[in-house]
């Protein structure tokens, strides 16, 4: 154990010394930053294609920004391995072409995943009033069947589940469509991620992004 919290700390130490010049960016480049570093110690990527893969959604995060500060409580960026994923909801079709342009200027992207939704205004405005308070604490886990709901329903199945490494995948509820972006060691549990994230209560369909990989 001595020597795997060892391997761990040198892990992210190395992993924050690559960030630190980062900190310029906005606060929602931060807060990317915050929250891939510490899951990074853990996942099974070369601390070099972490560093990119933050790089590469703090940017985009960014960019979003520009165009419209509130955009950010209706799209979602994953990243892994370059391979970048966006999801959300947004009412109008021009936007999320604007959107999608601005995430694709980064010449390091690889395959690029767009599942943004085109729904309503009223589903729009619902949706955001999910995030904005589960983003702010206001929002329960248990008193409905939201996004937020689905999202944090898997997360905790997830890293329950035995031959499961939780952290080398990504997922995200859109109106009760699931997408999925990581990495799997095996089919078979690739097929028990599906099968767990498929019987969540709200979970209408489920499109996976994920790689096989060779740990």
């Not at 391995?81 to 010449?107: C, F, H, K, P, Y």
């Not at 390091?108 to 589960?134: C, L, P």
Request: hydrophobic share 40%.
């Amino acid at each position: 154990m001595f020597s795997l919290f060892n391997r761990s700390s040198r892990r992210t130490i190395n992993i924050l010394g690559g960030l630190m010049a980062m900190l310029a960016l906005g606060a929602c480049g931060t807060q990317a930053i915050i929250t891939e570093t510490a899951k990074a110690a853990f996942e099974d990527r070369l601390t070099e294609e972490q560093v990119v893969d933050v790089k590469i959604k703090a940017g985009i995060l960014d960019r979003i920004t520009d165009i419209d500060k509130s955009l950010i409580l209706d799209v979602s960026v994953d990243v892994w391995r370059t391979r970048t994923m966006m999801t959300g909801s947004l009412s109008d079709a021009n936007i999320r072409n604007s959107v999608i342009r601005a995430a694709q200027e980064d010449s390091r992207i690889g395959d690029f995943y767009n599942n943004i939704h085109i729904v309503s205004e009223t589903e729009q405005a619902q949706r955001r009033d999910w995030m904005d308070k589960a983003k702010s604490g206001g929002q329960t886990a248990s008193n409905i069947v939201s996004d937020v709901w689905i999202e944090t329903k898997i997360s905790a199945q997830l890293l329950t589940e035995e031959g499961v490494t939780s952290v080398n995948y990504r997922w995200r509820s859109v109106l009760g469509s699931v997408y999925l972006i990581g990495e799997a060691s095996t089919s078979g549990e690739l097929n028990r991620v599906l099968d767990i994230i498929g019987a969540t209560k709200g979970v209408k369909s489920v499109k996976s992004h994920v790689l096989l990989g060779s740990r």
